[in-house]
């Protein structure tokens, strides 16, 4: 671990997390922990859309600075991004992503300090673009993150997501949960992922729905956003015998409204359940081409585990090849690991509410 290094007491941050809502998700708790220690500092977080419309709920960040896609091939852009960025004046740059794209950002920004992570971690041209790399212990994307932080003196600090859902998206669940056939209880599916060797089978989702209407006389609620995830949810409402229901395209605020309102969350490594782990509702996540002690959904209180985690095998490579590799690993998972999941799920929860 490098020396720790004197920030001040109102210290001028750039967090460049620029992309995927769930990173952006786990990042969340770093920026709670500076203002918690620096309640003085300013700190400013450097993100593409659509990640942007999440970050602006963030209490602890005081500046959203939405940046272009592909500004890094763009060279008036990235001109112009440089202007914008060192008007802002930082003081450092803390990078939990750790590549060239968001180390880039904070070495245009003309942070002298610019705080990210060693290989394995830290990758492509990131170790270079900062200047005090990192090693830390931690697997989980969380932990990692906060370990970073004892460079400028905050250790060991508790993990917060603090996410508030705005009263129009809790008004909007509200409604749908008035649905007849959700009033004894539901779970939310949500069968999209940013990479296909990440998803599942739609029909096996099905499935899943008909086993939890039949064992629990709990109705699945299918989430979706966008035409190809519509196409998912259809296929899954027609495979699951009428035990499931589609519900209307959710934005990102919305399906934390519903996800809150749920009795868990079922779905893959994807945004959506870290969205539920950061809102503390009990997840039955699968997993492929990712690692459940890296990136599953965040277990706030290691003292009560409430994630369920599925995975038969992990389909290794490099990030490049898992995202375009098929879902080998993800249909190496059976109807009966899924269901078996979901037993274990309710006895948990039925042993929480009898405590």
Same mark, same amino acid.
């Given at each position: 671990?490098?020396?720790q290094?004197?920030v001040g007491q109102?210290?001028?941050?750039?967090?460049p997390r620029?992309?995927?809502?769930?990173?952006?998700?786990?990042t969340l708790?770093?920026?709670?922990?500076?203002?918690?220690?620096?309640?003085?500092?300013?700190i400013?977080w450097?993100? @593409?859309s659509?990640?942007?419309?999440?970050?602006k709920?963030?209490?602890?960040v005081?500046?959203?600075?939405?940046i +272009?896609?592909?500004?890094?091939?763009?060279?008036?852009?990235?001109?112009s991004?440089?202007r914008q960025?060192r008007?802002l &004046?930082? &003081?450092?740059s803390?990078d939990?992503?750790?590549?060239?794209?968001?180390?880039?950002?904070?070495?245009?920004?003309g942070?002298?300090?610019?705080?990210?992570?060693t $290989?394995?971690?830290? %990758?492509e041209?990131? +170790?270079?673009?900062?200047?005090?790399?990192?090693?830390?212990?931690?697997?989980?994307?969380?932990?990692r993150?906060?370990e970073?932080?004892e460079?400028i003196?905050?250790?060991s600090p508790a993990?917060?997501? &603090?996410?508030?859902?705005p &009263?129009?998206a809790?008004?909007?669940?509200?409604?749908?949960?008035?649905d007849s056939?959700l009033?004894?209880?539901?779970?939310?599916i949500?069968p999209g992922a940013?990479?296909?060797?990440r998803q599942?089978?739609? $029909? %096996?989702?099905?499935?899943v729905?008909? !086993?939890?209407? @039949?064992?629990?006389?709990l109705?699945?609620l299918?989430?979706?956003?966008?035409d190809?995830?519509?196409?998912?949810?259809?296929?899954?409402?027609a495979?699951?015998?009428?035990h499931?229901?589609?519900?209307?395209?959710?934005?990102?605020w919305?399906?934390?409204?519903?996800?809150?309102?749920? %009795?868990?969350f079922?779905?893959?490594d994807?945004?959506?359940?870290?969205?539920?782990?950061?809102l503390?509702?009990?997840?039955?996540t699968?997993?492929?081409?990712?690692?459940?002690?890296?990136?599953?959904? !965040?277990?706030?209180?290691?003292?009560?585990?409430?994630?369920?985690r599925i995975q038969? !095998?992990y389909?290794?490579?490099?990030s490049?090849?898992?995202?375009?590799a098929?879902?080998?690993?993800?249909?190496?998972?059976?109807?009966d690991?899924?269901?078996?999941g979901?037993?274990?799920?309710?006895k948990q929860?039925?042993?929480?509410?009898?405590?």
């Open positions: 671990m490098p020396p290094i004197n109102s210290p001028r941050v750039l967090i620029l992309s995927h809502i769930g990173d952006c998700i786990l708790p770093v920026v709670n922990a500076i203002k918690d220690r620096f309640p003085d500092s300013f400013a450097a993100i @593409e659509p990640g942007d419309f999440l970050v709920g963030c209490d602890a005081d500046q959203v600075i939405t +272009p896609k592909g500004w890094l091939k763009k060279p008036m852009q990235a001109w991004l440089r960025l008007a &004046d930082f &003081d450092i803390i939990p992503q750790s590549l060239t794209k968001s180390a880039g950002i904070g070495w245009i920004s942070a002298k300090q610019r705080i990210g992570l $290989k394995p971690w830290g %990758r041209l990131a +170790p270079r673009l900062n200047n005090i790399n990192v090693s830390v212990k931690s697997k989980h994307v969380v932990d993150s906060l970073m932080l460079v003196g905050i250790t993990a917060r997501f &603090d996410l508030q859902i &009263d129009s809790m008004s909007f669940a509200s409604a749908i949960a008035a056939k009033k004894s209880g539901f779970v939310v949500n940013g990479w296909k060797s599942w089978s739609n $029909k %096996r989702f099905g499935s729905a008909s !086993y939890l209407r @039949e064992e629990y006389g109705t699945s299918v989430s979706w956003f966008g190809q995830e519509e196409q998912m949810a259809d296929e899954i409402v495979s699951s015998d009428g499931a229901i589609k519900a209307p395209s959710t934005r990102l919305e399906l934390a409204a519903l996800i809150q309102r749920s %009795r868990f079922v779905g893959c994807t945004g959506p359940s870290h969205l539920a782990g950061a503390s509702v009990p997840c039955v699968l997993f492929g081409t990712t690692e459940p002690n890296v990136s599953a959904p !965040y277990e706030l209180d290691a003292s009560n585990k409430i994630h369920i038969k !095998y389909q290794s490579g490099s490049r090849e898992r995202r375009k098929e879902n080998e690993a993800m249909m190496e998972i059976q109807i690991d899924v269901t078996s979901l037993d274990q799920m309710m929860l039925s042993a929480n509410a009898a405590a």
